[in-house]
Nanobody, 128 residues
Framework: QVQLVESGGGLVQAGGSLRLSCAASGRTFSSYGMGWFRQAPGKEREFVATISWSGGNTYYADSVKGRFIISRDNAKNTVYLQMNSLKPEDTAVYYC?????????????????????WGQGTQVTVSS
């Protein structure tokens, strides 16, 4: 069982930066693949970024590639999402998620149905 708690959201102007954190409980965090997803009002939840258990594999949605960076610190049981050059269309509730599956842990996964554990979300609002 893994419990996830996101933090770091807030209000920022377009072009600004934020760093989201996701703190995980449990001794098996280092074996889980992790992902960030987001959901804007009236829209479905969408994939943002994923990272393998080792941190050696990462994958991004095209909409954030080159602007966002996902990373993890297994000693701190924490995964991060550094968001740069933010745009109003990045406004959403951001969720972190964990997956224990072998393939997703090794390579990361972009499909939400692969994830077993979810945080409560943190709001990011980008003003124009």
């Amino acid at each position: 069982q893994v419990q996830l708690v996101e933090s770091g959201g807030g209000l920022v102007q377009a072009g600004g930066s934020l760093r989201l954190s996701c703190a995980a409980s449990g001794r098996t965090f280092s074996s889980y693949g992790m992902g960030w997803f987001r959901q804007a009002p009236g829209k479905e939840r969408e994939f943002v970024a994923t990272i393998s258990w080792s941190g050696g594999n990462t994958y991004y949605a095209d909409s954030v590639k080159g602007r966002f960076i996902i990373s993890r610190d297994n000693a701190k049981n924490t995964v991060y999402l550094q968001m740069n050059s933010l745009k109003p269309e990045d406004t959403a509730v951001y969720y972190c998620a964990a997956t224990p599956g072998y393939y997703c842990s090794a390579y990361g996964c972009s499909t939400s149905s692969n994830y077993d554990y979810w945080g409560q979300g943190t709001q990011v609002t980008v003003s124009s």
